[in-house]
Antibody
Framework: QLQLKESGPGLVKPSETLSLACNVSGGPFISSGYYWGWIRQPPGKGLEWIGSIYYLGSTYYNPSLKSRVTVSVDTSRSQISLRLSSVTAADTAIYYC???????????WGQGTLVTVSS | DIQMTQSPSTLSASVGDRVTITCRASQNIDTWLAWYQQKPGKAPKLLIYKASTLKSGVPSRFSGSGSGTEFTLIISSLQPDDFATYYCQQYNSYSGAFGQGTKVEIK
């Protein structure tokens, strides 16, 4: 069964860069049609799509975050990465990675990881 | 950007009730609309895609309809396991804005 697991620092200082990784196991990572995405959820609030990446590297970002976001893929490690620069308290959230296949929506999600932005 | 608006934000209902949640898109998204269920402390779970296609394994009391800019999620007979927050998401092209969510509470 496909599993996605997010990892990274749980605490980031304001103005610094948030860096997370998502490791994929139990299923194909390199496959035509697979997109991998990042979604976040501030505590007690709704979901926000951050960005997506095709396994070959094409990226798509939420316009509201585009200037600060980089999503990348490491096919040798079956890993997707997220970098969010110049963070503020508003970036405190649970960060999820997820998979979508071709024109389908996100069908497999990681458990999420909480990142708090605080000095 | 495509904006998604759900209503209501909160809904109080009893077991056995028929529940209707509405989602509106700021522009035409054809049927590129998904519904997710999320329970506290858990990742969202995909229920419906392409506006009306039930994901395998999802109970048939869930149904979706709509196209263009107006969409509806219906739970025909609310069960105890259905008390949760529901989100719509447009997944037109490669982006994916979510609605703000509808929390279904016990009345």
């Amino acid at each position: 069964q496909l599993q996605l697991k997010e990892s990274g620092p749980g605490l980031v200082k304001p103005s610094e860069t948030l860096s997370l990784a998502c490791n994929v196991s139990g299923g194909p990572f390199i496959s035509s049609g697979y997109y991998w995405g990042w979604i976040r959820q501030p505590p007690g609030k709704g979901l926000e799509w951050i960005g997506s990446i095709y396994y070959l590297g094409s990226t798509y970002y939420n316009p509201s975050l585009k200037s600060r976001v980089t999503v990348s893929v490491d096919t040798s490690r079956s890993q997707i990465s997220l970098r969010l620069s110049s963070v503020t308290a508003a970036d405190t959230a649970i960060y999820y990675c997820a998979r979508r296949f071709r024109t389908d929506p996100f069908d497999f999600w990681g458990q999420g990881t909480l990142v708090t932005v605080s000095s | 950007d495509i904006q998604m608006t759900q209503s209501p934000s909160t809904l109080s209902a009893s077991v056995g009730d028929r529940v209707t949640i509405t989602c509106r898109a700021s522009q035409n998204i054809d049927t590129w609309l998904a519904w997710y269920q999320q329970k506290p402390g858990k990742a969202p779970k995909l229920l419906i895609y392409k506006a009306s296609t039930l994901k395998s394994g999802v109970p048939s009391r869930f149904s979706g309809s709509g196209s263009g800019t107006e969409f509806t999620l219906i739970i025909s007979s609310l069960q105890p396991d259905d008390f949760a927050t529901y989100y719509c998401q447009q997944y037109n092209s490669y982006s994916g804005a979510f609605g703000q969510g509808t929390k279904v509470e016990i009345k």
